[in-house]
């Protein structure tokens, strides 16, 4: 059975760090681009960050270049989302992902239910306090 579950959400202060992770199994993460994309109500849903399967590129969304950092341990088939000097522009439901391609996870869109992720996780919360 295919699982990915996000842990490392919470309540934070503007400026604060939190520390996401997600956990694979059922499937190798050196088959897959990972990644994360988020999701606040009434928003587009907006891709955050990806590593690619095929060259181990990372890509960032404008919005939190410089301050997140993607990083994984495949051997643990796990992966981390650093976060620092969170906005309250970042509040939202996190979201871990694998997909044939970063193209589909780094999507910023409304149109999300036509994306063609293969697996994604139950999300973790985020909220960031001005």
């Known amino acids: 059975e295919v699982q990915l579950v996000e842990s490392g959400g919470g309540l934070v202060q503007a400026g604060g760090s939190l520390r996401l992770s997600c956990a694979a199994s059922?499937?190798?993460?050196?088959?897959?681009?990972i990644g994360w994309f988020r999701q606040a109500p009434g928003k587009e849903r907006e891709g955050v960050s990806c590593?690619?399967?095929?060259?181990?590129?990372?890509y960032y969304a404008d919005s939190v270049k410089g301050r997140f950092t993607l990083s994984s341990d495949n051997a643990k088939n796990t992966m981390y989302l650093q976060m620092n000097n969170l906005k309250p522009e970042d509040t939202a439901v996190y979201y871990c992902?694998?997909?044939?391609?970063?193209?589909?996870?780094?999507?910023?869109?409304?149109?999300?239910?036509?994306?063609?992720?293969?697996?994604w996780g139950q999300g973790t919360q985020v909220t960031v306090s001005s």
């Open positions: 059922g499937f190798t993460f050196d088959d897959y681009a």
């Open positions: 992902a694998a997909a044939e391609s970063c193209i589909v996870i780094v999507t910023t869109t409304r149109d999300y239910e036509s994306l063609p992720y293969d697996y």
């Open positions: 590593i690619s399967s095929s060259d181990g590129s990372t």
